[in-house]
């Protein structure tokens, strides 16, 4: 698929932009870039217009110049991206953990420009002040040392263990992405995270058409807490993929651009055929 280019204020952005229809905006998981929605896009891009960018500092985009990026600012980038690519009707904004995080502050700051919301794998719980203290020392040791560390603590919690079992190409494409990860931009989106809100208090107040989906085997948004994410946003949709981890997009994506084309249906945003 090509990768294209363009100036947006805060730097030159990477993304996909493939197919016609309402804008899905596909956002990847920390420290990935958008090749982790790429076979989900194969099968969406028949039915709407997907658009998959690199965040600011990750595979092709140009790293940050501050030393923190935060969830806000990487969801005003991408208000930028649409507004660039002439995206001028609402959007379906969907978003894989991290990505997920910026989800929701894409919600909370351009709530006019959203269609629907996909909240895969993700949390909507702040960070603990133990955890944050967790990720200032992993940004640091990240621009000391790069990210090869992150590789080994992160892959073993990020599929599922049938995943490493059938799919071991997988995990290893996955563990090169990680290791190539830029570390200024690794380390700028670590700090952010650490900083981002609580989104509980408000979930009751997200009412256009959500979709909530996880892995049944993810242990790092467990698909515990992500029901009480979907129970408490009002007439949410709740999907769990078996055998899928933390990465249940990449992992099963056949049977997860099904559950995203159902949310389409269900929630009568239009598709190409319509
Ligand atoms: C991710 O997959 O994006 C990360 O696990 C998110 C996080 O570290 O909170």
Redesign the pocket.
């Known amino acids: 698929m090509e990768i294209n280019f363009l100036t947006i204020p805060s730097c030159r952005y990477a993304y996909i932009d493939q197919g016609e229809g309402t804008a899905w905006l596909f956002i990847h998981?920390?420290p990935l870039d958008h090749r982790m929605w790429l076979p989900v896009i194969h099968r969406m891009s028949k039915h709407v217009r997907t658009i998959a960018p690199d965040l600011r500092g990750f595979g092709q985009s140009e790293s940050p110049v501050a030393p923190v990026v935060t969830m806000a600012e990487f969801a005003d980038d991408l208000a930028h991206l649409l507004d660039a690519l002439g995206v001028r009707q609402r959007a379906v904004i969907c978003g894989?953990?991290?990505?997920g995080y910026i989800a929701f502050e894409f919600w909370r700051r351009h709530k006019e420009r959203v269609a629907g919301l996909v909240l895969c794998d993700t949390?909507a719980a702040s960070d603990t002040p133990e955890a944050a203290r967790v990720r200032e020392a992993t940004a640091q040791r990240i621009l000391k040392e790069g990210t090869n560390f992150l590789a080994d603590s992160m892959l073993p919690r990020l599929l599922a263990s049938q995943t490493f079992q059938q799919q071991p190409d997988l995990a290893e494409e996955l563990r090169q992405q990680i290791c190539r990860a830029n570390p200024q931009g690794a380390a700028a989106a670590t700090l952010g995270?650490a900083q981002r809100r609580d989104m509980q208090p408000v979930l009751p107040e997200i009412t256009c058409p959500t979709l909530v989906l996880v892995g049944a085997e993810d242990v790092?948004s467990p698909p515990a807490e992500m029901r009480s994410i979907a129970e408490a946003i009002p007439n949410a949709q709740f999907v769990e993929i078996a055998e899928a981890g933390?990465l249940a997009p990449l992992e099963k994506p056949g049977i997860v651009a099904d559950a995203f084309l159902d949310f389409l249906r269900r929630a009568a945003i239009r598709t190409k055929s319509d």
Do not use: A, D, T, V
Not at 96 to 99: F, I, N, T
């Open positions: 998981g920390f894989l953990s991290m990505g949390r995270m790092i933390h």
